[in-house]
């Protein structure tokens, strides 16, 4: 992960009370979302995620969310979904006890690895890089 070249990717202008920045980490794309994702600004984060398809590795990182709604998570959970339908391997990194219990009981554990920091997601998303094999293998249990 020392070796990685990070290069700032632009966002669309932003709502008030949310914002998504976004980097490249080697092959991982990283977002990092801050603020209130509510249903005023779920088109943002739509629209930021779905930059995200065709990526090898996303990175999302929802530690500086200080409210999600329900519009809110669904989006997210799609957005996850569309990603990964595209073949990339995604990792959650939360740290609000209140989004991780939200995510979870709408069905999010068997889609990603949540973490509780971006480094922790980060070292995940590297060792899934350098084991394709090892992930594809836990990707086909988890749908079969």
Not at 36 to 45: K, L, M, N, P, T
């Amino acid at each position: 992960m020392s070796n990685a070249t990070i290069r700032v990717v632009p966002a669309p202008a932003l709502p008030d009370r949310c914002r998504v920045t976004s980097a490249v980490h080697g092959d991982i794309a990283a977002f990092h979302v801050y603020g209130e994702v509510d249903h005023r600004a779920v088109a943002h984060v739509r629209t930021v995620l779905e930059s995200a398809v065709g990526e090898p590795s996303l990175l999302l990182d929802l530690s500086g969310v200080v409210h999600i709604d329900q519009a809110g998570l669904e989006t997210v959970i799609d957005a996850i979904e569309r990603i990964r339908k595209g073949g990339a391997c995604v990792a959650i990194a939360v740290t609000s006890p209140t989004v991780l219990v939200l995510l979870r009981a709408l069905g999010l554990s068997p889609l990603v690895d949540v973490a509780s920091t971006s480094i922790e997601a980060l070292g995940w998303l590297a060792t899934r890089a350098a084991s394709p094999r090892i992930e594809r293998r836990r990707i086909a249990s988890a749908a079969g």
